[in-house]
């Protein structure tokens, strides 16, 4: 028999049981015996029953699925949040619908009106632009988990990683190594996490009462591309530096390129630290230091968090500390 015509109702005659209560054990939601749950099994293998998970979540008004707005689908960074989020939301049997705001409010605002329209019981934005006012607005019609800024209101869960620390611990880093003309690659200035990360520079600094050379600052845009353009501009203007900082891993990795082109080398010439400590981070020559930002844990909490509020509790859940991860591209001046 082909699994697309196999009904409940069937399934249920084969088990020998009323339809509500196949209904009630495939949701969960059933109190009965070990022994009906297992002939319920068993009709369910041997007619090759596949249970639709949309119209048992319509069934208690729900659709199983999560809208999910992140900023790039290619992005190694969102990319392993994309995969934490996929595995606990699937756990609980629910889907993620993924769409890109491509850091671009408008964009992002028609994405949560795309899955508004999805019917999705939920929505977790990673980062973004969209305001503070807007996700009340949205949190206020359904559920809401937004990442990367510290946000309260009634159905909202924000999770935020402690960036200026992050940023200060590979300073301080550099700092102990005994540099002192550190450069420094900032992220977009319209992103949060990225003036927390140059505060953080700048508070290593303040902490061992050394004052910073602007002069050193080169800003970036989150991408290898701005990374080798930022080292290269310090480089043109004759810039003296023993270190480097870069906001992210991608940018060090631009960085990186742009040093090797011009003939110097990692660590010997110049230290080289990043953010994020993305997989690919480990692997580069020489592997590169990096302040550890668990991407994926954030989406597995992030998802926790959602599935919390979907349960009427209070989400608990929280980022771990940064780390800093020390491997080869770092020496002492």
């Not at 889907?95 to 019917?119: D, K, M, Q, T, Y």
């Not at 992103?191 to 602007?214: I, K, N, Q, S, T």
Request: glycine share 10%; aromatic share 6%.
């Amino acid at each position: 028999m082909s699994n697309k015509s196999v009904t409940l109702e069937q399934v249920a005659a084969h088990a020998g049981v009323s339809p509500s209560t196949v209904s009630r054990i495939l949701n969960g939601t059933a109190v009965v015996s070990d022994d009906k749950k297992q002939a319920v099994a068993e009709a369910i293998r041997t007619l090759g029953f596949v249970p639709n998970p949309v119209a048992r979540g319509l069934a208690g008004g729900r659709t199983l699925s999560i809208g999910v707005v992140t900023q790039a689908i290619d992005s190694p960074f969102y990319g392993a949040a994309l995969r934490g989020i996929e595995e606990q939301l699937g756990q609980a049997g629910y889907s993620p619908l993924f769409v890109s705001g491509h850091w671009n409010a408008a964009e992002e605002a028609r994405c949560i009106e795309v899955l508004r329209s999805r019917r999705v019981d939920g929505i977790i934005v990673l980062t973004g632009r969209l305001s503070d006012a807007a996700l009340r607005a949205v949190s206020r019609q359904l559920p809401v988990v937004v990442t990367g800024r510290s946000l309260k209101a009634p159905g909202l869960f924000s999770l935020n990683f402690d960036n200026q620390t992050g940023a200060r611990l590979a300073t301080e880093h550099l700092l102990s190594l005994g540099h002192r003309r550190i450069a420094f690659i900032g992220g977009d200035p319209l992103h949060p996490d990225a003036l927390e990360r140059e505060r953080g520079y700048r508070a290593a600094f303040a902490a061992v009462g050394l004052p910073v050379d602007e002069s050193l600052i080169s800003a970036g845009a989150y991408h290898e591309e701005s990374g080798r353009e930022a080292v290269e501009r310090l480089l043109d203007a004759g810039r003296r530096f023993t270190a480097i900082f870069s906001a992210n891993d991608q940018m060090a990795f631009g960085a990186a390129l742009a040093l090797h082109r011009r003939g110097l080398r990692v660590p010997q010439d110049v230290s080289l630290v990043g953010f994020d400590d993305l997989a690919a981070s480990s692997y580069t020559i020489p592997p590169l230091s990096s302040v550890h930002q668990p991407m994926q844990e954030l989406g597995r909490l992030a998802a926790t968090a959602m599935l919390d509020l979907l349960a009427g509790r209070k989400p608990g859940v929280a980022m771990p500390a940064p780390q800093l991860v020390s491997r080869e591209s770092t020496a002492a001046a």
